[in-house]
C-alpha cells in the first residue's frame, strides 16, 4: 500500500524556519520525481518546488527561491524541504507528492503527480 507522510508543519513567527519531512513507503521511491506543493484557504494548490529522482535538478517558485531548499535521501525513502525566512503568506496547507519519472519536467502541475500525502499545516503568525 501506498503512503506518504508529511510531517514538521507547525506555528512559527514570522522570519522564523522549518523543515518538512516527506516519508514514503510502498513504490521504489527513487523513480519517482518528489514535489511540494501549498495550499491556502480559498486559493488553489500551488507547485512551490521539486526534485528529480536522484536529486541532481531541483526547481522552485519566484515566491520560494532563495527562501526553501528542497532535498531527498532515496536510502531513507524520504524528502525535505527546508523553509527559511517564513511571512505570514506562506501559511498553507503543504503537501508532498511523487510524480513517475518522465511524466512531467520541472516544477509540473498536480496532475502529473500520482500519489499524494495528507499535507502539515503550516502558520506563519506573530
Known amino acids: 500500500q501506498v503512503h506518504l507522510v508529511e510531517s514538521g508543519g507547525e506555528l512559527v513567527q514570522p522570519g522564523g524556519s522549518l523543515r518538512l519531512s516527506c516519508t514514503a513507503s510502498g513504490f521504489p521511491f527513487d523513480r519517482y520525481d518528489i514535489g511540494w506543493f501549498r495550499q491556502a484557504p480559498g486559493k488553489d494548490r500551488e507547485s512551490i518546488s521539486s526534485?528529480?529522482?536522484?536529486?541532481?535538478?531541483?526547481y522552485y517558485a519566484d515566491d520560494v527561491r532563495g527562501r526553501f531548499a528542497i532535498a531527498r535521501d532515496n536510502a531513507k525513502d524520504t524528502a525535505y524541504l527546508q523553509m527559511n525566512n517564513l511571512q505570514p503568506e506562506d501559511t498553507a496547507l503543504y503537501f508532498c507528492?511523487?510524480?513517475?519519472?518522465?511524466?512531467?519536467w520541472g516544477l509540473g502541475t498536480p496532475d502529473e503527480y500520482e500519489y499524494w500525502g495528507q499535507g502539515t499545516q503550516v502558520t506563519v503568525s506573530s
Open positions: 526534485i528529480s529522482m536522484g536529486g541532481s535538478s531541483t
Open positions: 507528492a511523487a510524480r513517475p519519472v518522465a511524466s512531467g
